[in-house]
């Protein structure tokens, strides 16, 4: 049986959604155990149907490294230390990703031979159903070309045994398709990558998703920045879609007309079925929700975490490197 260790605490929402989504996934999945961390107040739903932890702290979204593992009383300490006594299979949270990504580093540790652990995501393509993985989006500010080389590797990794893709085709995130183009780092981690039988060049942001790439590497500033771009510029999309239908009778009455094109739009778009973001290259299963997750983010992400248990990644990671 499966063991999944989730945070219910340092999410926007409260825990309260994180209840909703673990009961609706316990539903549909009866061979998985879940072990909630949180304020044992706050989990009475829970009672009788998964175990519960007791984890009255939270930690600050501010938080740094040392402050973290200091509040051995936080949820997030807890939860990961469940890990890497080796009592859970996979670790989930919504609370701090600074304070998630040193904590799970720092006692979980990367798998020998991985330079930096890397978060990759999968984004939503123009193709319905397709989804092209980005990584590192946010795990480091700087990478060395030997470290996108591994995030290339294990990006194809995640998208073949994930995302069921037989060949992934893999590009780096640059200022222009030609090989010179680039960050220094970025041209040096081309010629690494050359030999490699998946790699297919460099790819533009405003190519990024246009169903083209199953795997896209690049350093963790530039892929923070693309990550809060995309989303910043799809929330600013749908708010001018949905002014522009009530304008007047007329166009609310044009929207009957293409509610089925919007919906379906709405849908490949949901970056909610995704189930967050995953930090690659430690000696764990580790699935960062976002903040503000709501009952369905937290189902997703779960199942996420499911699914990379189920597909052994880390010991393929382990192989590959």
């Not at 999944?4 to 061979?31: C, M, Q, R, W, Y």
């Not at 896209?216 to 995309?230: H, P, R």
């Not at 973001?277 to 937290?298: E, I, P, Q, R």
């Amino acid at each position: 049986m499966i063991k999944i260790a989730v945070d219910t605490l340092g999410g926007d929402n409260g825990s309260a959604p994180v209840v909703e989504g673990i009961l609706n996934f316990l539903k549909d999945h009866p061979d998985v155990s879940i072990t909630a961390v949180g304020k044992k107040e706050e989990l009475s739903k829970l009672e009788g149907k998964c175990e519960i932890v007791d984890a009255p702290d939270i930690v600050p979204m501010e938080a740094g490294p040392l402050e973290v593992m200091r509040m051995k009383n936080s949820s997030m300490f807890k939860t990961v230390s469940l890990a890497k006594e080796g009592k859970v299979d996979a670790i989930v949270s919504s609370g701090s990703t600074g304070g998630f990504l040193s904590s799970s580093t720092l006692l979980l540790k990367t798998i020998p031979g991985v330079n930096r652990a890397a978060f990759i995501a999968p984004f939503p393509t123009k193709i319905k159903g397709h989804y092209v993985v980005i990584l590192d989006i946010g795990a480091s500010n700087e990478n060395s070309p030997e470290e996108l080389k591994q995030f290339a590797l294990m990006g194809a990794l995640y998208s073949k045994h994930i995302l069921g893709v037989e060949e992934p085709k893999v590009y780096l995130l640059s200022n222009g398709t030609e090989p010179g183009k680039g960050s220094p780092v970025g041209k040096q981690a081309y010629k690494l990558l050359a030999d490699n039988p998946l790699f297919k060049g460099n790819i533009e942001a405003r190519n990024a998703l246009n169903g083209e790439a199953d795997v896209i590497v690049t350093d963790g500033f530039t892929g923070n920045v693309f990550l809060k771009s995309s989303e910043g510029m799809a929330k600013m999309m749908a708010g001018f879609i949905k002014n522009a239908f009530k304008k007047n009778l007329w166009t609310m009455l044009g929207y009957l007309h293409v509610r089925k094109g919007i919906k379906e739009m709405t849908e490949t778009m949901d970056y909610k079925s995704t189930g967050g973001a995953m930090l690659l290259g430690v000696n764990g299963v580790v699935v960062k929700v976002h903040g503000n997750a709501d009952a369905y983010s937290m189902y997703c992400a779960i199942n996420v975490a499911k699914k990379l248990v189920a597909s052994d990644l880390r010991n393929k990671i382990k192989e590959g490197i």
